[in-house]
T-cell receptor, first 117, second 118 residues
Framework: DTGVSQDPRHKITKRGQNVTFRCDPI?????LYWYRQTLGQGPEFLTY????????KSRLLSDRFSAERPKGSFSTLEIQRTEQGDSAMYLC???????????????FGPGTRLTVT | AQKITQTQPGMFVQEKEAVTLDCTYD???????LFWYKQPSSGEMIFLIY??????QNATEGRYSLNFQKARKSANLVISASQLGDSAMYFC???????????????FGSGTRLQVQP
C-alpha cells in the first residue's frame, strides 16, 4: 500500500496523559499537513511541513501540541496533558511539489481517532 | 464570514439518478483551487475532483463533474448515475494562494451527508 498511513488508528487516553501519533506520507511527497476533525465538522488545519521545516501553524495549535518531521519523511504529532476537548479525529495528508504555485490535491491518511476520558 | 459554505446537511437520491451538492466560497484571492472530497464511514478522505480558479472549463472525473460559476462563487459537485457506494459525507474545500490558514492548507466546509437509496 503506497498511500498515507497513520498509527495508531484509535487511541483512548485519560485526561492529563500525553499522546503521540505518527504519520507516514506518500514517499515522494515533500509536503505534509495535520488536520483535526470533530464530529459533524470538516477538517481544520493544524500545521504544515515542507520537508523537515514546519512552515505554518494554526492558532488552533496550542502550546500543548507539538509536531515534528525530523528527516522530512514521517511526522509525529504530540499532545501533552490531554483535555476532553482534544477528542477528535486527527488526519494527516501529503501532497507533491511539482514546481510553481499549483493547487495540488492532498492525499489523506485514515486518521487517528482520539478519545480523552 | 465562512470561507466555504455547504448549505445541505443531508441529501437523499435514488440509485442511478444524478445529484447536485452545493458549495459556495468566499475569497478575495485571484488564485485559488477548489476541491471535493468524499469521506465514507471508515473516515478516510478521498479526493474526487479539482477546479482551478483560472480554468476555463468545468472539471470532470468519471461520474463526477464540478459546476464552477466563478461570478457567483459557487462550485457545485454533480454526481451522475448514483450508486449505493456513493453514500458518504462530501466536503468542499478551497486552497487560497495567499490565505491566512497555512499557505497551502485546505479550508473545508461542514459537509453534506449523501444517502443513496435503492
Amino acid at each position: 500500500d503506497t498511500g498515507v498511513s497513520q498509527d495508531p488508528r484509535h487511541k483512548i487516553t485519560k485526561r492529563g496523559q500525553n499522546v503521540t501519533f505518527r504519520c507516514d506520507p506518500i514517499s515522494e511527497h515533500n509536503r505534509l499537513y495535520w488536520y483535526r476533525q470533530t464530529l459533524g465538522q470538516g477538517p481544520e488545519f493544524l500545521t504544515y511541513f515542507q520537508n523537515e521545516a514546519q512552515l505554518e501553524k494554526s492558532r488552533l495549535l496550542s502550546d500543548r501540541f507539538s509536531a515534528e518531521r525530523p528527516k522530512g519523511s514521517f511526522s509525529t504529532l504530540e499532545i501533552q496533558r490531554t483535555e476532553q476537548g482534544d477528542s477528535a479525529m486527527y488526519l494527516c495528508a501529503s501532497s507533491p511539489t511539482r514546481g510553481g504555485e499549483g493547487h495540488y490535491e492532498q492525499y489523506f491518511g485514515p486518521g487517528t481517532r482520539l478519545t480523552v476520558t | 464570514a465562512q470561507k466555504i459554505t455547504q448549505t445541505q446537511p443531508g441529501m437523499f437520491v435514488q440509485e442511478k439518478e444524478a445529484v447536485t451538492l452545493d458549495c459556495t466560497y468566499d475569497t478575495s484571492d485571484p488564485s485559488y483551487g477548489l476541491f471535493w472530497y468524499k469521506q465514507p464511514s471508515s473516515g478516510e478522505m478521498i479526493f474526487l475532483i479539482y477546479q482551478g480558479s483560472y480554468d476555463q472549463q468545468n472539471a470532470t472525473e468519471g461520474r463526477y463533474s464540478l459546476n464552477f460559476q466563478k461570478a457567483r462563487k459557487s462550485a457545485n459537485l454533480v454526481i451522475s448515475a448514483s450508486q449505493l457506494g456513493d453514500s458518504a459525507m462530501y466536503f468542499c474545500a478551497m486552497r487560497e494562494a495567499r490565505g491566512d490558514t497555512g499557505r497551502r492548507a485546505l479550508t473545508f466546509g461542514s459537509g453534506t451527508r449523501l444517502q443513496v437509496q435503492p
